[in-house]
């Protein structure tokens, strides 16, 4: 044995192997095979390769720890990242969801995020509801809302009465806000912004339409900013619109830590006169309010004009009867009092900069992103309080309030204030509004898809959710207002109606007066006077009503009348035809036969061509893959051999 060298039986093991190498050699080279290609495919031959190392192989053993070793590292490694991503992306996605034992299969999202209904007789869709009431119930007027949202099929303005029917609908390509019935001049009017959303401001006009549902006004801002903005849009009693505007403009941001020539979106609010559009009266926020007084934070804002810091946020204008204005400042977390003739601050509610002493422990003062401020009699001030601004912020819920102001004195005190029964955290938007003199209010949840109905001292009346509530953090589905009221709705279109085998679908889009609609067939005795006969009339049911077509008609020509409630006519439809089944003379048409057969032909000629191409490619693909015809034939040592 030679000691660091290699034994002596490992030698004779190796003349042995080289021996039986060369007699394998000469099988090789009889049937044509290169020895080298043989070689190079270690696979075939891994144990008579083996033995050709002279030095000795590393242990069997510590070759399979070392692999199970990087095994083992490599599923951590997989395991750690994945718990990381999902760290990082699932789980903020997922504490998201409002998932409660209490919900209902519609707020659980099983009618999908934003359920809508569609209709044969109507091209949109409108937003189906689930309605919950106590007490007295849903008030019986107009429900007014703009949907809109990754969820919502036609975004735009909606008009639902207390049923959740839809009324009217207008499909807007543009964005949609703050959609009401507001009077102006003895008349009731539909007012809404339209226009282009970005982030949280937009460039748009204001719009009004008459009970005909026709364009009468378009407003825009006074002077160079092109467009106006989506959060206000109030007429005044005295026939003035209130609007908002958003303007960037240089400004000093250091005292926030910004550049010292930095940009902020400067608050804007105008008064207009609707007639003539003269400009009557404006207000910059920049000039009373300093940067700092933000609860807004800087981050990578403010820095060029384009992405401007929004310091102030307005988001809403009202007027009480001395002609001084209420303006509500988001970022701001106030509540201001605007004298209308020198545009002074005369008080400043809540936030940095509160005048007022709290009677109720802080509950009057400390609203947070707050939205809709309006004033009513006895310097009461309604306001729906967000307490969130994002989905980031500390568990807060959402509440409309009412305040009692003492102006003299400047004490606030907390009157009454609207929860949801589900803990609402409404990130942005909504309102609340006094339905009428007992109090009753509604608030309107903006981000969340959904409004509600209170007595004065927060009793809950009506719930209406108009989107899946698990799933209202994610903003599927939203409207910036809610609002109830009166509406007369007399369309210049005609009722649409479409039959379908024995049975007419008929509605007619805004038309609040229709009660019934009454069948009427053609006369075919008096063909040129166009006459028609009465067969029966049928209540109306929901937006479109579903008619049942007698047999015996004695015409199949026939119209729908739309009938008020004191049996006038207020339109007619088109004059269908009742469905008359199979034509059997179209049916024997020996054309319609031949095309059918071309078809049939046609189609079955390009499967079967695809078939044969399908078959030949894969009869080229089993050649390409044949194997050589000269198979290497293994063999193994005689027994003789093996005992060496």
Aim: hydrophobic share 40%; with cysteine; proline share 4%.
């Amino acid at each position: 044995m030679m000691r660091g060298g290699v034994s002596t039986i490992k030698v004779l093991e190796h003349l042995k192997l080289l021996a039986l190498f060369h007699e394998f050699e000469s099988h090789i080279k009889r049937y044509h095979v290169n020895l080298d290609s043989v070689l190079s495919s270690r696979d075939l031959f891994p144990d008579l390769l083996s033995n050709f190392s002279i030095l000795p192989d590393p242990p069997p053993c510590s070759e399979s720890r070392s692999r199970f070793s990087c095994l083992i590292v490599t599923v951590a490694g997989v395991f750690v990242s994945l718990l990381y991503l999902l760290y990082v992306f699932a789980v903020p996605q997922l504490l998201r969801f409002r998932f409660r034992l209490d919900l209902s299969p519609y707020d659980l999202g099983l009618y999908g995020f934003g359920p809508s209904r569609s209709y044969v007789s109507f091209e949109y869709e409108s937003p189906m509801v689930e309605i919950t009431e106590w007490g007295s119930g849903c008030d019986p007027r107009y429900t007014f809302l703009a949907p809109r949202g990754d969820s919502v099929v036609h975004p735009g303005p909606v008009i639902l009465d207390a049923d959740g029917e839809l009324v009217w609908m207008k499909y807007n390509w543009d964005t949609t806000q703050d959609f009401k019935v507001q009077r102006y001049n003895g008349a009731d009017y539909l007012t809404y912004w339209e226009g282009t959303e970005v982030e949280s401001r937009g460039y748009g006009s204001w719009y009004m339409l008459d009970s005909t549902y026709t364009q009468k006004y378009q407003i825009s801002p006074v002077g160079n900013f092109g467009g106006g903005d989506l959060h206000e849009f109030h007429i005044t009693e005295q026939g003035t619109a209130l609007v908002t505007v958003y303007d960037p403009v240089p400004a000093d941001l250091t005292s926030i830590g910004g550049p010292e020539l930095g940009w902020i979106l400067d608050g804007i609010f105008q008064e207009i006169d609707i007639e003539t559009g003269e400009l009557l009266f404006e207000w910059r926020a920049s000039k009373h309010y300093p940067v700092n007084s933000t609860y807004e934070a800087l981050k990578a804002a403010g820095k060029d004009k384009s992405n401007a810091f929004d310091f102030y946020h307005i988001n809403s204008v009202d007027k009480d009867d001395h002609g001084n204005y209420i303006v509500s400042a988001r970022h701001l977390h106030t509540v201001s009092y605007i004298d209308h003739v020198t545009g002074a601050v005369l008080w400043t509610l809540g936030g940095k900069l509160n005048e007022f002493t709290d009677l109720s422990d802080g509950q009057a003062t400390n609203f947070a992103w707050q939205h809709d401020a309006r004033w009513h009699v006895n310097n009461t001030v309604t306001l729906f309080d967000n307490a969130a601004h994002s989905n980031n912020d500390p568990d807060s819920e959402s509440r409309g309030v009412v305040i009692q102001l003492d102006i003299s004195g400047r004490t606030a005190e907390l009157l009454a204030e609207y929860y949801h029964p589900q803990q609402m955290r409404a990130v942005s938007q909504g309102n609340v509004q006094i339905l009428d003199e007992s109090g009753r209010t509604l608030v309107g949840w903006g981000h969340s898809a959904a409004f509600t109905e209170y007595t004065a001292d927060g009793g809950l009346l009506c719930d209406v959710h108009f989107g899946a509530s698990a799933f209202f953090t994610f903003g599927r589905v939203v409207s910036y207002r809610a609002f109830k009221g009166t509406w007369v709705g007399r369309p210049q279109t005609i009722p649409d109606a479409a039959v379908m085998g024995d049975h007419v679908y008929v509605s007619w889009n805004g038309a609040t007066e229709v009660v019934a609609w009454r069948l009427e067939v053609w006369d075919t005795h008096n063909v040129e006077d166009s006459t028609f006969d009465i067969v029966a009339q049928f209540e109306k049911t929901g937006f479109e009503t579903e008619v049942e077509v007698p047999e015996e008609l004695g015409s199949p020509l026939f119209r729908l009348a739309a009938m008020d409630a004191e049996g006038n006519v207020l339109g007619y439809t088109e004059v269908l035809q009742k469905d008359q089944g199979v034509d059997v003379d179209e049916l024997l048409d020996l054309h319609n036969w031949i095309v059918a057969a071309a078809f049939i032909v046609s189609v079955g000629g390009l499967l079967l061509g695809l078939y044969q191409c399908c078959g030949c490619c894969r009869v080229l693909h089993r050649c390409r893959r044949r194997p050589n015809e000269y198979q290497l034939v293994a063999f193994g040592d005689n027994d003789e051999q093996s005992s060496v």
